[in-house]
């Protein structure tokens, strides 16, 4: 899979790239991805709610009227959790949304996020490029110059750039992430993933 290559200014040059099969041209396996997002967003979760029951309500815990007589259901406890005060009958308590996921699959999973942007023409390559100072203006230069703008992207570099990534971080519709670090939801969440010509290398490197 050839891909036009846009030079550091934004603009398409006459050169391609190819796109390596093995990653950008399998068969998304849905079921792969499927797993490997849920597993994302479950362990961003902090587990932290929390509401209280009856043992841990503030109240008396006399008996409020006679067992019977009164005409009336029987009722024990103000701090019954169907009474208004009352305690949260079996109510979230805090927990580790955490499960493991073989390696294996979650490559599988990435390849297959790759190659589905692939097939929808939402990868982009960028030949390697370093901006001077840290000025977001000269970032929104470069995706106003590729089209992007007011789309998500996602941009993966080989390395750490201290400057590339100050000059993004500020905008909301941009994540800048090294190709150590991708995950299969940032990959799909992006309406278009921009990569850097030598991240092509260590991504085909990591996944297979």
Same mark, same amino acid.
């Given at each position: 899979?050839?891909?036009?290559?846009?030079?550091?200014?934004?603009?398409?040059?006459?050169? !391609?790239?190819?796109?390596?099969?093995?990653? +950008? =041209?399998?068969? *998304?396996? @849905?079921?792969?991805?499927? &797993?490997? #997002? /849920?597993?994302?967003?479950?362990?961003?979760?902090?587990?932290?709610?929390?509401?209280?029951?009856?043992?841990?309500?503030?109240?008396?815990?006399?008996?409020?009227?006679?067992?019977?007589?009164?005409?009336?259901?029987?009722?024990?406890?103000?701090?019954?959790g !169907?009474?208004?005060?009352?305690?949260?009958? +079996? =109510?979230?308590? *805090?927990? @580790?949304?955490?499960?493991? &996921?073989? #390696? /294996?699959?979650?490559?599988?999973?990435?390849?297959?996020?790759?190659?589905?942007q692939?097939?929808?023409?939402?990868?982009?390559?960028?030949?390697?490029?370093?901006?001077?100072?840290?000025?977001?203006?000269?970032?929104?230069?470069?995706?106003?110059a590729?089209?992007?703008?007011?789309?998500?992207?996602?941009?993966?570099?080989?390395?750490?750039?201290?400057?590339?990534?100050?000059?993004?971080?500020?905008?909301?519709?941009?994540?800048?992430?090294?190709?150590?670090?991708?995950?299969?939801?940032?990959?799909?969440?992006?309406r278009?993933?921009?990569?850097?010509?030598?991240s092509?290398?260590k991504?085909?490197?990591?996944?297979?």
């Open positions: 899979m050839k891909v036009s290559i846009y030079d550091s200014k934004g603009a398409v040059t006459a050169k !391609t790239v190819d796109l390596p099969e093995s990653v +950008f =041209g399998i068969e *998304p396996n @849905n079921h792969a991805i499927y &797993l490997d #997002v /849920k597993q994302h967003l479950a362990n961003r979760r902090q587990g932290t709610h929390k509401s209280k029951e009856r043992n841990e309500v503030a109240g008396s815990t006399k008996k409020l009227k006679r067992q019977k007589g009164t005409g009336g259901a029987r009722a024990g406890s103000a701090k019954s !169907t009474r208004v005060g009352g305690g949260r009958i +079996f =109510g979230p308590r *805090p927990r @580790n949304y955490h499960f493991k &996921l073989n #390696v /294996k699959l979650k490559r599988l999973a990435r390849k297959s996020a790759f190659a589905f692939a097939k929808n023409d939402n990868i982009a390559i960028i030949e390697d490029f370093n901006f001077n100072v840290a000025k977001t203006k000269d970032f929104k230069a470069l995706i106003a590729m089209n992007l703008n007011d789309q998500k992207v996602l941009l993966i570099l080989p390395g750490s750039n201290d400057n590339v990534y100050l000059a993004a971080r500020n905008l909301p519709k941009v994540k800048v992430v090294t190709t150590d670090s991708f995950n299969t939801y940032d990959v799909l969440n992006a278009k993933v921009v990569l850097v010509e030598s092509v290398e991504i085909e490197m990591i996944l297979n």
